[in-house]
């Protein structure tokens, strides 16, 4: 069966300082990969989508990048953290071809400070 | 941009009570899709609509496609605590990567 995996659960940085996320994803190949963020009591807004390696689609301009350097595998990062980066991020597959199914990772919480 | 209207934001019930939720939009869209959030979580999809009028149910849920193609609800039959959550609609248009979604409707069970 297929199973995402996202590191960390919980992020505290300093504003400023970079950022490396790491989603993983197992049991299928040729995913489409995603990376929302939820503010606080909000609904979900899509950062970056991916649909094959080395493919990323952006939605949202902001200081944050996203790349895909394996099949399975999907990073989001950052070189300089604001304040207003901080929610929860999630990361999400879908099964190619099918893009409304969306497989989410259990979420990091980050908190800029 | 296209918007989903998700209400009510949020519902207070006793246990064993009967909850409805619905979505709508002023696009057209061709899937609905409901999905839970418990909390520090992410979502997990509980229902699936492909075709307008489409009823669908997932054990005490039952969604249904609007026969317009803008809207959904989400029924949930004899609530038991677990069904506290966060309810997202999502909607997708064409084969667009980008689902438009709610913005939640959150689900209190009164003790």
């Known amino acids: 069966s297929q199973t995402i995996h996202q590191w960390p659960a919980t992020l505290v940085q300093p504003v400023g300082s970079p950022l490396s996320l790491e989603c993983t994803v197992e049991?299928?190949?040729?995913?489409?990969l995603y990376w929302y963020r939820q503010a606080a009591g909000r609904g979900l807004q899509l950062l970056f989508y991916?649909?094959?390696?080395?493919?990323i689609s952006s939605e949202v301009p902001q200081n944050l990048s996203a790349s895909r350097p394996q099949d399975r595998q999907f990073i989001l990062s950052s070189k300089k953290l604001l304040l207003s980066d901080s929610g929860f991020y999630l990361c999400a597959w879908t099964p190619h071809g099918e893009p409304g199914k969306l497989f989410f990772g259990s979420g990091t919480q980050l908190s800029v400070l | 941009g296209q918007q989903l209207n998700q209400s009510p934001q949020s519902m207070f019930i006793q246990e064993g009570e009967d909850v409805s939720m619905n979505c709508t939009s002023s696009s057209i869209f061709n899937t609905w899709l409901w999905y839970k959030q418990d909390p520090g979580e992410g979502p997990v999809l509980l229902i699936a609509l492909y075709k307008a009028g489409e009823l669908t149910s997932n054990g005490r849920l039952t969604a249904q496609f609007g026969i317009t193609r803008k809207d959904s609800f989400l029924n949930i039959s004899a609530s038991i605590p677990s069904d506290v959550g966060i309810y997202f609609c999502a909607g997708q248009l064409g084969s667009n990567y980008q689902l438009i979604w709610g913005a939640g409707t959150k689900l209190i069970i009164k003790p």
């Open positions: 991916s649909v094959g390696i080395g493919q």
């Open positions: 049991g299928t190949s040729n995913p489409n």
